[in-house]
């Protein structure tokens, strides 16, 4: 029989940066890794990955203004709010980390890794753009700014706006959809938190010191995004010096909190599996085996399709 240890319970705390009260949630042992989160989200909406990513330290935050955040006393332009992440490691005892950003959270981390190179040990960027000069749908980014989609889960629209606007399993199945909204709503945002968000990003760019990146950096992407099209992946390959890129099939902008079991795998292999504590080790089972070798052929096919694809130069290997 597998013995199964159980991780720490997660811990909220409120800790205070540049005096602005920040809300935060650290659980789990072992190499820190900061989940930076997306565009007017909460800490709860990273359950579905959180519970995944075991052998480490995972720390999020609800941003300036979002979920159970104090708001900014003033507009933070970009490195101001990396700056208060930088802050926010300080405060937490934190030299370095990994850092995963996702979506909006994904333009903090490119900040930070640009800001403080030493603070950030290997970068994952997660449905997300450069900035400024990046490649978007117009008509998508006047419907993500809808004020409509702020408004409390249960109407039958605004569902159906959101399945729209984030495709992938998300888009095409409401009880998936229902799972991210049900944590959306656990520490819901008010319209402002949107709106000092918006204004952040409002003429950032990283492009023109992206090279600058000394930080090893993994892409994941979805190829049925309609937020992010996949074109931005290829700007971080070409312009990060050691960048590299898995592109997810069949994925909407969720990809991270509706398909977290087909990127854990990929996020471990590229942070390195952290090593179970000494006494903690169980043998395999026969199903682990088999799940082993049902993993490797899937990796085996899914580099012959690259392959084909011709997407093998700055795909994970």
Same mark, same amino acid.
């Given at each position: 029989m597998?013995?199964?240890?159980?991780?720490?319970?997660?811990?909220?705390?409120?800790?205070?940066?540049?005096?602005?009260?920040?809300?935060?949630? =650290?659980? $789990?042992?072992?190499?820190?890794?900061? &989940?930076? =989160? $997306?565009?007017g989200a909460n800490l709860e909406v990273w359950d579905p990955l959180a519970r995944l990513l075991r052998g480490r330290r995972l720390i999020s935050f609800d941003a300036p203004g979002i979920g159970g955040s104090a708001p900014a006393p003033r507009r933070l332009r970009m490195p101001q709010l990396a700056d208060i992440v930088g802050g926010l490691l300080d405060r937490l005892g934190v030299d370095s980390a990994d850092l995963l950003g996702y979506s909006f959270g $994904?333009?903090?981390?490119?900040?930070?890794?640009?800001? =403080?190179?030493?603070r950030v040990r290997r970068l994952i960027l997660a449905a997300t753009i450069p900035g400024l000069g990046a490649v978007q749908r117009p008509s998508v980014v006047i419907n993500l700014l809808d004020p409509r989609l702020r408004s409390a889960i249960g109407a039958n629209r605004r569902q159906q706006q959101v399945a729209r606007l984030v495709?992938?399993?998300? $888009?095409?199945?409401?009880?998936? &959809?229902?799972?991210?909204e049900r944590n959306r709503m656990l520490m819901p945002t008010a319209p402002s938190?949107?709106?000092?968000?918006?204004?952040?990003? &409002?003429?950032?760019?990283?492009?023109?010191?992206?090279?600058?990146?000394?930080?090893?950096?993994?892409?994941l992407v979805g190829d049925e995004d309609p937020i992010v099209p996949m074109i931005n992946s290829r700007l971080f390959t070409r312009l990060i010096p050691d960048c590299r890129r898995y592109v997810l099939r069949g994925a909407g902008h969720l990809f991270p909190l509706d398909q977290p079991e087909e990127i854990i795998g990929v996020i471990d292999s590229f942070l390195g599996t952290p090593a179970e504590p000494a006494g903690r080790r169980s043998r395999p089972t026969f199903r682990d085996s088999a799940v082993k070798v049902r993993t490797a052929a899937g990796r085996h096919l899914t580099r012959r399709r690259r392959a084909i694809d011709g997407d093998t130069a700055a795909d994970v290997g």
């Open positions: 597998r013995i199964r240890y159980s991780e720490p319970e997660p811990e909220i705390r409120f800790v205070t940066v540049d005096g602005i009260r920040l809300r935060t949630r =650290n659980e $789990g042992c072992g190499p820190p890794l900061l &989940l930076i =989160n $997306g565009f $994904g333009a903090v981390a490119q900040q930070l890794a640009h800001q =403080n190179p030493q495709g992938g399993r998300s $888009g095409a199945d409401p009880d998936t &959809l229902a799972v991210f938190g949107y709106r000092s968000q918006f204004q952040t990003l &409002l003429g950032w760019s990283s492009i023109r010191w992206l090279h600058t990146i000394t930080a090893p950096t993994l892409v």
